[in-house]
């Protein structure tokens, strides 16, 4: 069965570097999407991604976080400057031309120190 | 504000018996509801979805129930088995987002006693 794949699965920086993660989406896949989860909470939508540019972001998604599809499979969420509050699981998922659903990643924990 | 909630933080049931997740959502234009499963250090993983078109859906050994009149969304797992164990959330979708952005709810954790 058809895979998203994130790497690094946990990831360990220090306040104010630069991450990026990385997803790999569901090969036919048109739509793509980052959610967080900070420990214990809900899985909260950052933003959706579709024929190459945002369409639509949450207020979590501020001038720190960004996005890009830079080969046509690769789709990453780079956080410029961390917060200690950007700790949480990230999650990429991905969904088909006519389809309700999403298939998630395994997630990428990061941890801010 | 949009808000999708769940009753219950944690719900431990014996095993081979029937579980019933609850969920309650604010919206009352969504029209499309979907119940994910995570297991500890996984990502969601789909189970069921139903449209608000619909009342009851069933799929293997689950079945979702959607109570538009009280906004209430339900997920029943017969005869529950530890691999059962996990979080369960419930989600929607609002009729405002045109991205298929979901509104998730906090989980209830489901713990299967042997």
């Known amino acids: 069965e058809p895979e998203v794949t994130q790497t690094p699965s946990h990831q360990v920086t220090q306040m104010g570097q630069e991450v990026i993660l990385r997803c790999v989406p569901i090969?036919?896949?048109?739509?793509f999407y980052w959610y967080r989860q900070i420990l214990g909470q809900k899985v909260e939508f950052l933003v959706s991604?579709?024929?190459?540019?945002?369409?639509?972001k949450s207020e979590i998604f501020d001038d720190q976080f960004s996005v890009e599809r830079p080969d046509g499979s690769n789709f990453t969420l780079k956080i410029r400057s961390t917060k200690l509050e950007d700790s949480a699981m990230y999650f990429c998922?991905?969904?088909?031309?006519?389809?309700?659903?999403?298939?998630f990643g395994s997630g990428t924990r990061l941890t801010v120190v | 504000g949009e808000s999708v909630g769940l009753h219950l933080p944690t719900l431990s049931v014996q095993e081979g018996d029937n579980s019933i997740i609850n969920c309650a959502y604010s919206?009352?234009?969504?029209?499309?509801f979907i119940w994910y499963k995570q297991e500890s250090g996984k990502g969601p993983q789909f189970i069921i979805d139903?449209?608000?078109?619909?009342d009851k859906r069933q799929g293997q050994r689950v079945t979702v129930l959607l109570n538009k009149t009280v906004k209430h969304l339900s997920l029943q797992i017969a005869a529950t088995q530890p691999g059962d164990s996990a979080v369960y959330f419930c989600?929607?979708?609002?009729?405002?987002?045109?991205?298929?952005?979901?509104?998730f709810g906090t989980g209830t954790r489901l713990k299967v006693l042997a």
């Open positions: 090969s036919n896949h048109l739509y």
């Open positions: 998922a991905s969904r088909g031309q006519g389809e309700d659903g999403y298939t």
């Open positions: 991604f579709y024929n190459n540019e945002i369409s639509e």
């Open positions: 139903i449209r608000s078109n619909m």
């Open positions: 989600a929607e979708i609002p009729p405002t987002s045109g991205t298929y952005k979901y509104i």
């Open positions: 919206n009352s234009a969504s029209d499309y």
